[in-house]
């Protein structure tokens, strides 16, 4: 049971080039999410899904693109990467039963990617 | 929308010390409120949870957190610290009927001998 898994680990892209990163859990959680972390502002949602095949926006998503066509895996795309997306990117899992339950995220361990 | 303030951004401790990292938050409606914690270089791991019911919650590594309805807060305790502790801590806060997690921005905890 690998939990949440992340590729790749580290990346450095150029201005303009567009990347990948990939998400897979074997939890059989319905939700997942992307986060980016940078200094001193905490994790802030960019895009999550709450099932295959569906997508929403988070707090910052300009910039970046989702596709969730397994339930096992999310995908996070930059088209065109800028200097303002060097962060380091989380994906998180989490089931939902609905009602009082309540949603404890299991987090991969991170994507660093810089953009020069 | 509910949000986080984690009121201080580093917490030098020394080792066998006690430690109090403070969150609070604002929400006009029932949140849920967890503790992650971030080791060097890893992911974030959960150190506890207040869902309802005893407001002191006890954690993973001897940590604990009281949350006060009145004061809106949820601080989190150790009373000895460890080397091993030095990490980012988060406080993260839900409505109880979202899934939906809004982080503060942390507060790093450096142990030193």
């Known amino acids: 049971n690998a939990g949440v898994t992340q590729t790749p680990k580290f990346r450095v892209l150029k201005t303009g080039q567009s990347m990948t990163l990939l998400c897979a859990q074997d939890m059989n959680h319905e939700y997942m999410y992307w986060y980016r972390q940078d200094p001193g502002m905490g994790l802030r949602l960019i895009h999550y899904s709450v099932g295959e095949g569906t997508t929403a926006k988070g707090e910052v998503p300009d910039g970046y693109n989702v596709s969730r066509l397994k339930k096992q895996n999310f995908l996070l795309g930059l088209e065109s990467a800028a200097p303002s997306q060097t962060s380091v990117y989380f994906c998180?899992?989490?089931?939902?039963?609905?009602?009082?339950?309540?949603?404890?995220?299991?987090f991969g361990p991170g994507t660093r990617l810089t953009v020069l | 929308a509910q949000s986080v303030t984690q009121l201080d951004s580093q917490v030098p401790v020394f080792e066998e010390a006690p430690v109090e990292l403070r969150c609070n938050y604002s929400?006009?409606?029932?949140?849920?409120l967890f503790w992650y914690v971030q080791y060097p270089n890893q992911g974030l791991q959960l150190l506890l949870k207040y869902l309802s019911g005893s407001t002191l919650v006890k954690g993973i590594n001897g940590f604990e957190a009281e949350f006060n309805k009145s004061q809106t807060s949820f601080h989190l305790r150790k009373p000895s610290v460890h080397i091993s502790d030095t990490a980012e801590y988060f406080c993260a806060v839900s409505r109880s009927n979202d899934y939906k997690l809004s982080f503060g921005a942390g507060t790093t905890v450096t142990v030193r001998a």
């Open positions: 929400s006009s409606v029932s949140v849920y």
């Open positions: 998180a899992s989490s089931y939902w039963v609905g009602g009082s339950s309540y949603n404890e995220q299991f």
